[in-house]
C-alpha cells in the first residue's frame, strides 16, 4: 500500500471554478499535513499546512483533514490560470521523528481560461 | 523572505565520476533534508541531518551517498560513483524546529545529468 495517495490527474477546471483535490495517506498516526504546489521543473513550494480535524482557510485555499478517514484535501476557490500546477499532498508519518515527509505523486490542475 | 538555496542549478557528469551538490540551508534552521524526483516521480526522501549527523536514511541512500555540514552554513550531497538512475533533480530543504508542525522550505534544485 502506498504511504500517500493522490490521483495524478489531469484535473481540468474553468477560471473562477473550484478545484478539488485530494489525498489518502496509510499511516494512521499521522498528525501534520501539508500541500505544496509544484510548476514543471521547479521545487516545491508550502501552499498550506494542517493538523487538527476540520477546515482550514487561508485566502482561496482551504484545506480539510479527517483523521477517521484518513483523508486530506485541498480546496482552490476562485481557480486562475496562475494555479496551473502540480499540487503535492505530504505527511509527516508517526514513525519518523525526524520531521521527514513522504509525498504523493502529486496531482496535475490545469485552469483553463 | 530567507531561501534555501543551492548550486549548481544543473551538474552534468559522466558514469562513475563523483559529485558534491552543495545546499545553504535557511541560516536559523536545524533540521537538514536531502530529496530527489526522477523526472515524471514523486518526490522522494533521502536523508535527514541533525546535529552534525544523519537521524534517517532511506533505502535509497545507499554506501554511494554520503552527506556532510562541513562549515556553519553549508550541507552537502555526495554521490561517489555516478550511475545513470541517479540522473534526477535534488532537492535540498531546512526545518526551523523539531516540531512535527514545522514545514519543510526546499531549495530550487539541482538537475543532474549523468551520461
Known amino acids: 500500500q502506498k504511504e500517500v495517495e493522490q490521483n495524478s490527474g489531469p484535473l481540468s477546471v474553468p477560471e473562477g471554478a473550484i478545484a478539488s483535490l485530494n489525498c489518502t495517506y496509510s499511516d494512521r498516526g499521522s498528525q501534520s499535513f501539508f500541500w505544496y504546489r509544484q510548476y514543471s521543473g521547479k521545487s516545491p513550494e508550502l501552499i498550506m499546512s494542517?493538523?487538527?480535524?476540520g477546515d482550514k482557510e487561508d485566502g482561496r485555499f482551504t484545506a480539510q483533514l479527517n483523521k477517521a478517514s484518513q483523508y486530506v484535501s485541498l480546496l482552490i476557490r476562485d481557480s486562475q490560470p496562475s494555479d496551473s500546477a502540480t499540487y503535492l499532498c505530504?505527511?509527516?508519518?508517526?514513525?519518523?521523528?525526524?520531521?521527514?515527509?513522504?509525498f504523493g505523486q502529486g496531482t496535475t490542475l490545469q485552469v483553463k481560461p | 523572505e530567507p531561501e534555501v538555496t543551492q548550486t549548481p542549478s544543473h551538474q552534468v557528469t559522466q558514469m562513475g565520476q563523483e559529485v558534491i551538490l552543495r545546499c545553504v540551508p535557511i541560516s536559523n534552521h536545524l533540521y537538514f533534508y536531502w530529496y530527489r524526483q526522477i523526472l515524471g516521480q514523486k518526490v522522494e526522501f533521502l536523508v535527514s541531518f541533525y546535529n552534525n549527523e544523519i537521524s534517517e536514511k532511506s533505502e535509497i541512500f545507499d554506501d554511494q551517498f554520503s552527506v556532510e555540514r562541513p562549515d556553519g552554513s553549508n550541507f552537502t550531497l555526495k554521490i561517489r560513483s555516478t550511475k545513470l538512475e541517479d540522473s534526477a533533480m535534488y532537492f535540498c530543504?531546512?526545518?526551523?524546529?523539531?516540531?512535527?508542525?514545522?514545514?519543510?522550505?526546499f531549495g530550487n534544485g539541482t538537475r543532474l545529468t549523468v551520461t
Open positions: 530543504a531546512s526545518r526551523a524546529t523539531g516540531f512535527r508542525n514545522s514545514p519543510l522550505h
Open positions: 494542517i493538523y487538527s480535524n
Open positions: 505530504a505527511v509527516n508519518p508517526i514513525s519518523s521523528n525526524t520531521g521527514k515527509l513522504i
